[in-house]
């Protein structure tokens, strides 16, 4: 929801020719990928079509891709996709690492309580809105 007094920002182009910046697909959905694309104008292209026409699209991940993160494309190109019927392990070692427990071998007069923060949440400064109107002449 946009806030009463926000600002709207619009790009007049048309919906292929402009360049983008791909971002790091690896390790989510298939379902928030497919989605996220189309608002972009990249096509997907997948490694296994069966394995995508045999499972819901919200339980396959991405495993890799190429153009990989970070690169430029134009839009209207393709993006090629591997997916996984399984969280691949680098996603599951990065989201949650398995902490040591510091204290499990302590005597017990060592064990000191942690405080424990709360994450710091910041609200974007403004909403943004992109619109993609084709060109006219």
């Given at each position: 929801?946009?806030?009463?007094g926000g600002t709207l920002e619009f790009v007049v182009s048309k919906p292929d020719g402009g360049e983008i910046r791909i971002p790091d697909l690896v390790c989510k959905t298939l379902d928030e990928v497919e989605f996220f694309l189309s608002t972009i104008y990249i096509d997907p292209?997948?490694?296994?079509?069966?394995?995508?026409?045999?499972?819901?699209?919200?339980?396959?991940?991405?495993?890799?891709?190429?153009?990989?993160?970070?690169?430029?494309?134009?839009?209207?190109?393709?993006?090629?996709?591997?997916?996984?019927?399984?969280?691949?392990?680098?996603?599951?070692?990065?989201?949650?690492?398995?902490?040591?427990?510091?204290?499990?071998?302590?005597?017990?007069?060592?064990?000191?309580?942690?405080?424990?923060?709360?994450?710091?949440?910041?609200?974007?400064?403004?909403?943004?809105?992109?619109?993609?109107?084709?060109?006219?002449?």
């Amino acid at each position: 929801m946009i806030p009463r007094g926000g600002t709207l920002e619009f790009v007049v182009s048309k919906p292929d020719g402009g360049e983008i910046r791909i971002p790091d697909l690896v390790c989510k959905t298939l379902d928030e990928v497919e989605f996220f694309l189309s608002t972009i104008y990249i096509d997907p292209e997948y490694s296994d079509t069966d394995l995508i026409n045999k499972n819901p699209k919200r339980s396959l991940y991405i495993a890799s891709q190429n153009p990989s993160a970070g690169s430029q494309m134009i839009m209207g190109e393709k993006v090629h996709l591997t997916i996984s019927a399984t969280k691949p392990a680098i996603c599951i070692a990065v989201e949650d690492p398995t902490p040591k427990d510091e204290t499990k071998d302590a005597p017990k007069s060592e064990v000191k309580k942690q405080e424990v923060k709360k994450p710091e949440i910041k609200k974007p400064e403004k909403s943004r809105l992109m619109l993609y109107f084709p060109a006219i002449g």
